[in-house]
């Protein structure tokens, strides 16, 4: 046996599943998305781009999504960074392991029961509650986009702190020692050290988090009352209500296809700004 | 070990009954109900003298029978009876809306052998062939000659019986009075308007486009089933107008109202009754224009995996003294008269379950075409994106 | 900057605290706090519908997470060794697998096992023995095993391959002048290096399948796994069963997390 036939045969498992699990179901929804709806749901196969011709009456979805996923990744990235550079630079190693875990914990209950503890929080008896003791009557936050960002927020934090740890934790601290030695001001070692050098983890985590939002259904679902609607959500009552499965298909490749632009023009970006390749192809 | 199941009397059971649904709604009982189930279980397998001994022989029917409901719609304690006797338990899935029921069926993976749709679906999953014909026979408890025809002609197309009538119901608005002086509404006008004044941020609609859409076109008085392009775009506008002052889109509004996030909603009967058992300052209403009136059905879907099971269980659910529980859990009116007969004084008249006449006759049955009409799926959608 | 790293960790730590806390509440519904009481450990833990859901779940992740790391491992240790149109086509499948938002692969698999099945049913059915009623493919616990099992195999993959491509390639090519079996030199020097990506690999699976929820709501037929059952309960609202199976998830993983942590630094002084 060569070797490369016994590669081959080392890769035929993963290669027959790609094929049965990922590469069929995306062609039926591709063959789909020219389709036509049948009469009670479901589908008829025609070859129309009607489906498609038909797309801006998702539009406001389209818009939501393409608002509020690069809102929730930089909310979670200005939030994150110090919490990271704290982490890695500034705590004191003995703590560092166990901080760090601790930022994970909450990652490990699932997102809907931390969403539903933000539905208690945010509601009439929670936090508005607190606030309407201080003086604050009347304050509404859940079923908003307020309470849907912070739910983003929350739910995808520890993703980004992640990254930025482990791309800030590689800094060699003398490099900063030697530029306050050299007597730059603190925000000056920042801009010009260390944020440039923490470029991978940046990249990493924000790609990370905004691939999750671009696809997310339950947050809102939860957070925003029904009232706040992605395309994940979209795609939901199309396929799960009104049981549209040609225009649901053209729905779905049109949000792949968006994805794969905006993450390809976003990695030429982050390649352009010098960060490692390699780090950034993680994910 | 079968205190609990066999246990007390009727009487007693429904002083039960309605001791908690007085305090609570049926979940706790449930978990009273099935967690004596599990431990049963786990001692019967230890123990093999233990295990509850089935009426008739379990290999009948199997061991399992799943069932396609809606929320907060049985009595527990009913299932782990039809367990006992059967020796088949029952897995529940609970579903939202019918178009999300019939959803799972077009995609031809569901597996349920026992679901419950409502009146205007039935064509649909007979033209579709999703559904399986009844054999009466089977069904020993299915007296139609019991039921009040107005609820239970929907489950035979062209002469063949497909569905069993399980209960009735009117939809309409639930208002906690409390934030109003003490005055309910009467009718869907008061509805969108209250909502666009002072109870802006507190009303809920369903997320279905039947009862939403039907429920905006009562404000101007159309037909609740309406398809017109123009009677469709005064909803649309009205609805549009309304989303920023909604506290929600969605079909679970039980907890919002009992925690006071919510204070009007769109709602199901029986929903009503069992939140106004437990908070006598929410009162169910039904709007004065009219609004829907509907019934739901026991049916099997086409290529149900225990068949058998299916039969049984619809069987025993027919029971009317089975049937008469699952009245007191769930607050809906049934149309059995033999089930009418065993209900306590106070729920048959019970002007929630049973409205008057004139209350009943403006409402509407919802068509088929209502429900698969794609220009009001697309306007719901632009609803809820808007 | 200790004081803000305080505060989120406040934030972080509030909403777990409040679904602790009323897990432990005695009343009801889980937004009232009524007095301290453990009966709601009991009555969830005594529900056969959680109790089948948690093990539904189990099973999943357990068979995925196997399948995937196995299956992943495989095809990592084979892309190294292989270049041209075959590692290209991988890395792309790979890429797509990842990069592809869940709810798509819900929906892409939920239409497209859907339509294989209504041309393959037909076809098992002809070729069956007459006399036995043939067996029919439907979605359940295999589809949502086999959803599963694709993505995490591509994380799978990314995660070995990382850890390959840091180790010295002159290692295995010792090994083999050394007239080592290709089986023999991955047994004793491939995998050792690799164990520890391999077992991230697994862990990571295996959460990332328990936790699943969008793919399920699509591809998982009857089947009800643990955030199934919670999406609905939470969607009818009440009682602290919700904060019961989310404290005890919790909980749980802690533990796994200390036990991991022990055996690592064992196994660690073991291998020096």
Redesign the interface.
């Known amino acids: 046996m060569t070797q490369r036939t016994r590669n081959l045969l080392l890769l035929a498992p993963a290669g027959t599943w790609f094929l049965v699990m990922l590469i069929v179901p995306l062609s039926v929804v591709l063959i789909f998305s020219f389709g036509e709806r049948a009469p009670a749901g479901g589908v008829v196969p025609a070859f129309t781009f009607e489906q498609y011709a038909n797309l801006p009456a998702r539009w406001a979805a389209f818009r939501n999504t393409l608002f509020l996923a690069p809102v929730g990744t930089i909310a979670a990235l200005l939030i994150a960074y110090p919490l990271a550079y704290y982490l890695a630079v500034k705590v004191d190693p003995k703590w560092k392991m166990l901080l760090l875990v601790l930022v994970i914990v909450p990652f490990w209950t699932s997102i809907l029961i931390r969403s539903y503890a933000w539905i208690f929080l945010l509601g009439g008896r929670g936090i508005p509650a607190l606030l309407g003791w201080i003086g604050f009557e009347d304050i509404r936050l859940i079923n908003t986009p307020f309470s849907v960002l912070v739910g983003i927020i929350y739910g995808y934090l520890p993703l980004m702190v992640f990254p930025l740890f482990v791309s800030l934790d590689r800094l060699d601290k003398r490099l900063l020692e030697a530029s306050s030695d050299l007597g730059a001001k603190p925000w000056r070692t920042f801009a010009q050290i260390t944020l440039p050098l923490s470029v991978p983890g940046i990249a990493t985590g924000c790609m990370l988090v905004f691939i999750l939002l671009m696809g997310e259904f339950l947050i809102p679902a939860l957070l925003g009352g029904g009232k706040v609607f992605f395309v994940g959500n979209a795609l939901v009552d199309l396929f799960l209500q009104s049981r549209n499965w040609a225009y649901g298909s053209a729905v779905a490749v049109t949000l792949v296809v968006v994805m794969l632009i905006t993450v390809t023009i976003y990695m030429r970006l982050i390649s352009r700004l010098g960060a490692h390749r390699e780090d950034v192809s993680l994910m | 070990m079968t205190k609990f199941n066999d246990y007390i009397s009727k009487q007693k059971f429904m002083e039960e009954l309605y001791r908690y649904k007085r305090g609570?709604?049926t979940?706790?009982h449930f978990?009273?109900v099935?967690?004596?189930?599990?431990?049963t279980?786990v001692l019967g397998a230890a123990v093999p003298g233990l295990l509850p001994r089935p009426a008739f022989a379990a290999g009948d029917i199997g061991d399992r029978v799943?069932l396609a409901t809606w929320?907060?719609y049985h009595e527990p304690a009913n299932f782990e009876a039809f367990t006992e006797a059967t020796g088949a338990?029952v897995?529940?899935?609970?579903f939202?809306?019918n178009?999300?029921m019939?959803?799972?069926l077009?995609?031809?993976?569901?597996?349920?052998d026992v679901y419950v749709p409502t009146n205007y679906t039935i064509t649909?999953y007979v033209?579709?062939g999703l559904i399986e014909p009844l054999d009466a026979s089977k069904l020993p408890n299915y007296d139609a000659s019991a039921f009040d025809a107005r609820y239970a002609e929907a489950g035979s197309v062209d002469g063949q019986l497909y569905a069993v009538p399980k209960d009735w119901g009117t939809t309409g608005l639930a208002i906690n009075t409390a934030h109003n002086g003490g005055k309910a509404i009467t009718s869907w006008k008061e509805f969108f308007d209250i909502t666009r004044d002072s109870f802006s941020?507190r009303t809920m609609v369903h997320?279905y486009?039947l009862t939403t859409i039907g429920n905006a076109l009562k404000y101007f008085g159309y037909s609740f089933n309406s398809v017109d392009e123009a009677e469709l775009a005064d909803a649309e506008k009205l609805l549009i107008d309304v989303?920023p002052h909604?506290?929600?889109?969605?079909s679970?509004y039980?907890?919002?109202m009992?925690?006071?996030?919510a204070w009007l909603t769109m709602c199901w009967s029986g929903d009503g009754k069992q939140l106004n058992t437990d908070m006598p300052e929410i009162a169910y209403v039904l709007g004065a224009e009219g609004g829907e009136i509907w019934s739901d059905y026991y049916a099997i879907p086409k290529?149900a995996p225990h068949m058998d099971a299916a039969y049984a269980l619809i069987n025993f659910l027919l029971d009317p003294a089975v049937n008469a529980k699952e009245v007191l859990a769930h607050g809906y009116p049934t149309a059995d008269a033999n089930t009418f007969a065993l209900l306590p004084e106070s729920l048959r008249n019970d002007p929630i379950l049973f409205p008057a006449q004139e209350l009943l006759s403006p409402l509407e049955f919802g068509a088929a075409q209502t429900l698969?009409d794609?220009n009001r799926?697309?306007l719901?959608?632009?609803f809820?994106?808007? | 900057m200790r004081l803000y790293a305080a505060f989120v960790y406040l934030f972080l730590y509030v909403p777990i605290g409040v679904i602790a806390l009323f897990s432990f509440n005695s009343g009801r519904h889980a937004s009232q706090l009524m007095g301290f009481s453990t009966k709601w450990y009991g009555k969830t833990l005594s529900n056969p519908f959680v109790m089948d859901a948690l093990e539904t779940s189990l099973i999943v992740a357990f068979v995925a997470a196997t399948c995937a790391t196995v299956f992943g491992t495989m095809a990592a240790v084979a892309l190294q060794g292989i270049k041209g149109p075959v590692r290209t086509i991988f890395d792309g499948l790979i890429y797509i697998a990842v990069m592809i938002p869940g709810i798509v692969i819900g929906i892409a698999t939920l239409i497209g096992l859907v339509t294989l099945f209504d041309q393959l049913n037909p076809l098992i059915a002809a070729i069956w023995p007459n006399g036995f009623t043939p067996p029919k493919l439907r979605m359940g616990m295999g589809t949502l095993i086999a959803a599963h099992t694709m993505f995490l195999m591509a994380l799978v993959v990314i995660i070995v391959r990382a850890r390959l491509s840091g180790m010295d390639r002159a290692l295995t090519e010792a090994s083999s002048d050394l007239y080592a079996t290709p089986f023999g030199t991955f047994r004793q020097v491939t995998l050792p290096l690799i164990l520890p990506g391999v077992l991230a690999g697994f862990l990571l699976s295996f959460t990332f399948s328990f936790d699943d929820f969008i793919i399920a709501f699509f591809v998982a037929g009857t089947e009800t796994t643990l955030p199934l059952y919670v999406f609905s309960s939470i969607r009818r609202g009440v009682t602290p069963e919700i904060n019961v199976i989310g404290t005890m998830v919790l909980a749980v993983s802690l533990m796994l997390l200390l036990i991991v942590q022990v055996l690592l630094r064992r196994g660690g002084r073991k291998a020096k």
């Open positions: 609570s709604v979940r706790r978990l009273n099935t967690g004596l189930g599990a431990a279980a799943i929320p907060n338990h897995q529940v899935n609970v939202g809306s178009e999300e019939l959803a799972k077009q995609a031809g993976g569901s597996g349920w649909t033209s579709e941020g997320d486009q989303k909604l506290f929600a889109i969605s679970d039980q907890p919002s009992r925690s006071g996030d290529g698969t794609p799926a697309e719901m959608a632009r809820k994106s808007a």
